[in-house]
């Protein structure tokens, strides 16, 4: 009876070691044979308390015998099974040094981001704060407390994009100027870039584009201090020995209001291409701070002065680099960028 027992075993092992194919199931097929409790063979030996004296050193040595065999017959099957399985897994995983490597190419700065840069490294080297006000504002912020009520012909100039009837996108970063001076007691220096946006299309114009805002409101400001800090920002920009000239003009939210011109880095002034003949180029626009702007904002205007400028980020990029039509800003092009790589 037990001996049929071992024989049954040892056949079923023998029929069917050779067919597994892989470590997990040759694990599973040995525990039901090799388990210290559960094994068929544990089993066996536990039945063994059933035989005569005589009878159980015999069969205890057959089971033994068992034991051995098969355990020499699932270590040799486990070795074979698990060095093909890393033969497998070797051959997945290999690598072939020769082959050529993926290149990634680094990126540029954008032009208009390389300004950006450069413009607050400037300004905040001379003690400008940086302020990124909304692209979307209202009425108000964008026009009406910068001096420029309903219907004033000034809103002629800046075409603008309306959201909803209270809400439209910035047409430019002097509506920053009136966030800052509502939460701010002077001395006020800020520098505030940021897109801005118009209905306008053409080789010079973009529909979205960026400004750079400065503000300065403190006691005794005066056209000087914008003279003087105008001087020193186009030279760092544009080179040394670069001058400045200021032309009247006009904007609702500065009196008097200025036009600033720096003499043509390309020729020197003496008139070429790039400066039409004029030896000068149009480069921003400032002035002091209208005393309504500043009384809208409840800074006493007796008290305190100040002046601002805006200019054209990418209109100082196309200068600068030499670009002359505003598209290739916004085209995307990643080659356009790498040639402004430093
Ligand atoms: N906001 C003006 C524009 O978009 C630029 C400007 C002019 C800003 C004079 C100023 C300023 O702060 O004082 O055309």
Redo the contacts with the bound molecule.
């Keep these: 009876m037990m001996e049929d027992k071992v024989r049954q075993i040892r056949e079923e092992i023998e029929g069917q070691i050779a067919s597994i194919e892989t470590s997990a199931a040759l694990y599973e097929f040995r525990k039901k044979f090799l388990d210290n409790k559960e094994g068929q063979i544990a089993q066996l030996m536990k039945a063994m308390k059933d035989l005569t004296k005589e009878e159980r050193p015999v069969f205890g040595k057959i089971v033994n015998e068992l034991k051995t065999w098969a355990t020499e017959q699932f270590d040799l099957y486990d070795a074979q099974i698990k060095a093909k399985e890393l033969a497998l897994k070797n051959k997945a995983e290999e690598i072939d040094v020769t082959m050529p490597g993926v290149m990634h190419t680094p990126g540029a700065l954008h032009p208009d981001t390389l300004i950006i840069n450069e413009l607050i490294d400037i300004f905040s080297g001379m003690g400008f704060e940086i302020f990124e006000g909304n692209e979307i504002e209202n009425d108000y912020y964008n026009f009406t407390a910068?001096n420029t009520p309903k219907d004033h012909p000034a809103r002629d100039?800046?075409d603008t994009f309306y959201v909803s009837e209270d809400f439209l996108l910035r047409?430019?970063?002097?509506a920053g100027?009136i966030h800052v001076m509502e939460n701010a007691k002077p001395p006020i220096k800020i520098l505030s870039p940021g897109k801005?946006f118009r209905s306008d299309d053409d080789a010079t114009h973009s529909p979205m584009f960026s400004?750079m805002?400065?503000?300065v409101v403190d006691k005794n400001i005066s056209v000087c201090d914008l003279q003087g800090m105008l001087d020193i920002f186009s030279q760092r920009i544009f080179g040394e020995g670069v001058k400045t000239r200021l032309r009247p003009?006009y904007?609702p939210?500065?009196e008097p209001?200025?036009e600033v011109d720096v003499s043509c880095f390309a020729c020197g002034g003496a008139g070429c291409k790039l400066c039409k003949g004029t030896g000068w180029i149009e480069v921003?626009?400032?002035?002091m701070?209208n005393r309504h702007v500043l009384e809208n904002c409840g800074i006493d205007p007796d008290v305190y002065s100040g002046?601002?400028?805006?200019?054209?980020v990418e209109r100082i990029a196309m200068l600068k680099y030499g670009i002359n039509n505003i598209k290739a800003l916004f085209e995307s092009d990643t080659r356009f960028a790498d040639q402004f790589k430093n």
């Design positions: 910068l100039m800046q047409t430019q970063t002097s100027q801005v400004q805002e400065g503000l003009s904007f939210f500065t209001s200025v921003l626009g400032a002035g701070v002046f601002a400028f805006g200019m054209g």
